[in-house]
């Protein structure tokens, strides 16, 4: 059974800088792209960015570019966003997603499994 388990999130101060991480257990491969969604308070979940299974193609939501980064290491079977220039628009619960596919998608349909998620706050 594959699980994902997100940490990093946190309260920090606008312009402030957090990582986060999400770890895959259960996986027989590294064949799965995997991607980052957030989901503000009332709000619906949207795509933030997303890796495919070798790191090489990356998407990114258009408020997040040059902001954000994402990245993988599948010695470790994880996930990572590096958040930069963080401001109060960016308080959400961030849920790591990983789909049985090497492609990287966009949205959430797209996704298999998922995280519970890790909440982000920044005060600004």
């Known amino acids: 059974q594959v699980q994902l388990n997100e940490s990093g999130g946190g309260l920090v101060q606008a312009g402030g800088s957090l990582r986060l991480s999400c770890a895959a257990s259960?996986?027989?491969?590294?064949?799965?792209?995997m991607a980052w969604f957030r989901q503000a308070p009332g709000k619906e979940r949207i795509f933030v960015a997303s890796?495919?299974?070798?790191?090489?193609?990356?998407y990114y939501a258009d408020f997040v570019k040059g902001r954000f980064a994402i990245g993988r290491d599948n010695a470790k079977n994880s996930v990572y966003l590096q958040m930069n220039s963080l401001g109060p628009e960016d308080t959400a619960v961030y849920f790591c997603?990983?789909?049985?596919?090497?492609?990287?998608?966009?949205?959430?349909?797209?996704?298999?499994?998922w995280g519970q998620g890790t909440r982000v706050t920044i005060s600004s």
């Open positions: 259960g996986l027989t491969d590294s064949f799965n792209a």
């Open positions: 997603a990983l789909r049985n596919s090497p492609v990287a998608q966009t949205v959430p349909i797209a996704y298999d499994y």
């Open positions: 890796v495919s299974w070798n790191g090489e193609t990356t």
